[in-house]
């Protein structure tokens, strides 16, 4: 099987979030990044699970800037055999998932994997236009998945519970929870992932259909109103009384 | 000039969802002076529901070949249905439908998206929504530039407004051509509330030291007509189910009213809730960092407190 794993770079789930610029753009100062934990832990090691029981290649591609590239190193660490980047600013959904595309149908993958969406943007956007643009299926947060010759059998989340599915391929698929075991990268890994092939494309697509015209942060928290442990009835008459949502 | 919604149904019933992005583009089209059109595949029994919440008419896409949940078809219907009407504006819920539909759509369309939508467009300068970014720490305006456009909407986060509409209804047959997905086997949970629409959640932690112990949590959601909900190591412990898992990279909720239980509040778990309403912490720790997100706060053992707050709920509820 040859798999592509669309890996995008997010600030570590800890990162604080500030804005600059007149709140235009995000403060990145002193922020770590990975990769988008949906795109490391479930796509790319099921991806890599899979090379590893029926042979095949995983790639790696990231729409981004060469700022990207320590954070792509670290998905050739964890196994991947090569990786691509589309030298664009990620702005853009549909931008971004055109120039994936583009290289997908060049390339000729059986499968293409992403993450259920980005901690950062939450967008939920980008699978489902490949799988579009390519004229694939698309199934959206699969949480686990078996592939047998061309036949894949997938359990994905929907509206209210869950539902197994067969698809032939190729297809598209965005990973949830589920769909594999997160791995850390050993010290061989991290060796021969510097001399894995990382190559830069220029983008394909230069159309913008969404703009991000600033940020906000939510307003802050007042102060928590305490109730005596011993007397948690209290809570009940305030959450109906004060707070009337009971 | 035509609105476009996508409604979801269960057993023929409009899902909570749908009906509030029924109620977006029904107050997106006040301002602009167009008709809101309902979408659905297959029957709706509750034609009132629509109405009451903004939608002109409803067109019901009648298609043999769909059978099963098939989002790359239900968006070739949508779209159908967009260039019949000739519009250039589709909204959709942002659960699991919507996630899965829009962004073929949005293909299909040639449109820009925001998706997890929390906010009506703003059109004094362009068409700008705002959503919720960095899993809820953070909010970004984002205008969308092309012809046509696409919204999907944040559950639980717009107030539905009521109309006094009377939705006509037609049936429309279209031809979508064959699934490419077989789906041979389906877990929907039957009375339980979706916790991403649940308007109230109780949610406990490792506080609560192991499965076992949960009847008191299951207790006090059934008397508040609660959904249940659990931090990540509950899921991956095996003590929850793993759809019960909320947070950074579990599912994000916005309930009216969170309830948590032996949760220390760690970052990645509040990403996922701090936009609830109105947050009731219980813990032992008086110095947990969940209290400083709280309006609520008891410093107590969730062992003794909490079947004392579902006593309190029984009696209210008498
Ligand atoms: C990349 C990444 C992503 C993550 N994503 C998520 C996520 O999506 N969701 C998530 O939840 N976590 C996530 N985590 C994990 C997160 O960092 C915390 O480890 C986790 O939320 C802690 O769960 P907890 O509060 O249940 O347990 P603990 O941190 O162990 O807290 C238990 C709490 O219970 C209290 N307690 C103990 N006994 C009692 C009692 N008898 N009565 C009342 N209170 C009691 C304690 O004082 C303590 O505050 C993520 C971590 C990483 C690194
Ligand atoms: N810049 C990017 N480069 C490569 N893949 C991406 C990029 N942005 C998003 N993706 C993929 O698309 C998935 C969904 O992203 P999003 O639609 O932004 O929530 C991610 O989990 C990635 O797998």
Known sequence: MKILVCISKVPDTTAKIAFKDNNTSYDTNGVQFIINPYDEWYALVRALEIKESQGGSVTVINVGGAENDPTIRKALAIGADDAVRVNTLASDALNTAQNIADYAKKEGFDMVFCGKETIDYNGSQVGGMIAALMDMPYISYASKMNIVESKATIERDIQGGKEVLEVEVPFVLSAAKGMAEARIPNMRGIMAARTKPLNVIEPSNTDYMTEIVGYELPPAKGECRFVDAENPEELIELLRNEAKII | ?318
């Open chain 2, 1 to 318: 000039m035509s609105i476009i919604v996508y409604v979801s149904t269960k057993g023929g019933d409009v899902l909570k969802s749908s009906l509030e992005a029924v109620s977006y583009a029904a107050q997106t089209a006040e301002t602009s002076n167009q008709e809101v059109v309902a979408i659905s595949v297959g029957k709706v029994n509750s034609m009132d529901e629509l109405g009451k919440y903004g939608a002109n008419r409803l067109i019901q896409v009648q298609s043999s070949s769909i059978s099963s949940f098939q989002p790359n078809l239900i968006a070739k219907a949508i779209h159908e249905i967009v260039k019949m009407e000739g519009s250039n504006l589709c909204i959709l819920s942002h659960d699991l439908n919507g996630k899965a539909i829009a962004p073929i759509l949005s293909v299909e369309m040639n449109a820009g998206m925001v998706t997890g939508a929390v906010g009506l467009p703003d059109n004094s300068d362009g068409f700008m929504v705002r959503k919720g970014v960095f899993s809820g720490k953070a909010f970004a305006n984002i205008k969308i530039l092309s012809e046509n456009k696409i919204v999907t909407v944040m559950p639980n986060s717009i107030e539905k407004k009521e109309f006094k509409n009377t939705t006509n209804v037609e049936d429309v047959d279209i031809e979508l051509g064959t699934p490419r997905i077989t789906v041979i086997d389906q877990k929907i949970a039957s009375t339980d509330v979706p916790l991403p629409e649940a308007e109230k959640v109780v949610s406990a932690g490792r506080g609560l030291k192991g499965p076992e112990n949960w009847q008191m949590v299951e207790d006090l959601a059934k008397e508040l007509g609660a959904a249940t909900a659990c931090s990540r190591p509950v899921a991956d412990m095996d003590w929850r189910p793993h759809h019960e898992h909320v947070g950074q990279t579990g599912v994000a909720i916005r309930p009216n009213l969170y309830i948590a239980i032996g949760i220390s509040g760690a970052i990645q778990h509040l990403a996922g809730v701090n936009q609830s309403k109105v947050i009731v912490v219980i813990n032992t720790d008086k110095e947990a960092p969940f209290f400083k997100s709280a309006d609520y706060g008891i410093v107590g053992d969730a062992f003794e407190v909490v079947p004392k707050l579902v006593e309190a709920v029984k009696r209210l509820n008498a």
